[in-house]
């Protein structure tokens, strides 16, 4: 039972262009979303996260976006560079330090 | 801090044989994580731990699993016996309590049974 889903493997998207990255949960009881993005041959890194009791936050570039009601977030890059092109998991924590991820989004950005 | 270190960085090895991957966290760290990440299953948790003890090793597939964190810079996962399905990148990291579960990850491990 997957509790992280993200149901596109591949984005593929246009230098200068948003990149929009969906990630949907079913445990209600997260309360704080993480997005990584990994590089070939990399471990992953951190990007940005929110807490439930936000519904937005923003990071330069990037932007997460939370739904509550409907248990989905968003990852938004605007604009986007050939550099963003990575693997993104999505991740979800409740209360402990255990992170559930989903399988990942490939991004390509292209020039 | 040079990060979250785990060693070797690749591993091949036959059907049957004994597989030690190593960790080593950030000095200061609380928790330590051992993830795999499979193309089907992305990445699973598979053990952590907080000051050294087991918390959580729902995610260990199988008695053929077992982790080890013996003190605070060092623990290990040994697969034995090694099966071919065991293919997979396994990513140890680490994150302490003030940092809200933003964990760090090593490079990975690649290991391939054949």
């Known amino acids: 039972d997957q509790q992280v889903k993200q149901n596109s493997p591949s984005l593929s998207v246009q230098e200068g262009r948003i990149s929009i990255l969906n990630c949907d949960y079913t445990?209600?009881?997260?309360?704080?979303f993480l997005w990584y993005k990994k590089y070939p041959a990399e471990g992953p890194t951190f990007l940005i996260s929110?807490?439930?009791?936000?519904d937005k936050n923003e990071d330069g570039r990037f932007t997460v976006f939370l739904n509550k009601s409907a248990k989905h977030l968003s990852l938004h890059i605007v604009p986007s560079q050939p550099g963003d092109s990575a693997v993104y998991f999505c991740?979800?924590?409740?209360?402990?330090?255990?992170?559930?991820f989903g399988s990942g989004t490939q991004l390509t950005v292209l020039p | 801090d040079a990060g979250v270190i785990q060693s070797p960085r690749h591993e091949v090895t036959e059907m049957g044989q004994e597989v030690t991957l190593r960790c080593k966290p950030i000095?200061?760290?609380?928790?330590l994580f051992w993830y795999r990440q499979t193309m089907m299953r992305g990445l699973e948790l598979l053990i952590y731990?907080?000051?050294?003890?087991?918390?959580?090793d729902s995610g260990m597939p199988e008695d053929r699993f077992s982790a080890k964190m013996p003190n605070a810079s060092f623990s290990t996962l040994k697969i034995q016996p090694s099966e071919p399905r065991d293919s997979a990148v396994y990513f140890c990291?680490?994150?302490?309590?003030?940092?809200?579960?933003?964990?760090?990850f090593g490079q990975g491990t690649r290991l391939t049974v054949v």
């Open positions: 991740a979800a924590s409740a209360a402990s330090r255990q992170l559930t």
């Open positions: 929110i807490s439930s009791i936000k």
């Open positions: 445990n209600s009881m997260f309360d704080y």
């Open positions: 000095s200061g760290h609380d928790y």
């Open positions: 990291a680490s994150t302490v309590w003030g940092l809200r579960a933003e964990a760090f």
């Open positions: 731990f907080n000051n050294n003890v087991p918390i959580d």
